[in-house]
């Protein structure tokens, strides 16, 4: 059966999706944006500040959902510049746990907002 996943302490969806969906134990997560949850406002000036952002809303919604980030199995990060990709890596892997989810990266051409980073991913709930 599926559950949506709804937290006020992660970006209210800005269209006809969930935050999450889970389905038994795993966790389907929306892309996320350095967005905060009260203003609705983008955060964050770089790509390492964004990802930061975008890896705690992620917490925030898999918490809810009974997972965490250290249970991710699969995530796509999206940026609007490759170049970023080391900074989204640093930042990134101390956030995620062991061994690391599989992920694929991808530049995009644009993001909501002129985000510059989306990260969306598949957790387990242990």
């Known amino acids: 059966m ?3 996943i709804s937290t006020p302490n992660a970006p209210a969806a800005i269209g006809p999706y969930s935050q999450a ?5 795993m966790v389907y997560a929306a892309g996320q944006i350095a967005l905060d949850a009260t203003s609705g406002k983008l955060v964050g000036d770089d790509a390492s500040s964004q990802t ?8 925030e919604i898999l ?11 699969k995530t796509t990060v999206y940026l609007q510049d ?24 991808v530049e995009v051409s644009k993001l909501p907002l002129g985000a510059l980073v989306e990260i969306e991913a598949v957790a387990i709930v242990p």
């Open 52 to 59: 930061e952002k975008v890896l705690e809303n992620l917490g």
């Open 82 to 105: 490759l170049t970023d990709f080391p900074a989204v890596n640093e930042v990134y892997a101390r956030h995620v746990g062991s061994p690391p989810p599989a992920r694929s990266t």
């Open 21 to 25: 969906i889970r389905i038994g134990s």
């Open 2 to 4: 599926m559950q949506a």
């Open 63 to 73: 918490h809810v959902a009974g997972s965490s980030l250290y249970h991710l199995v």
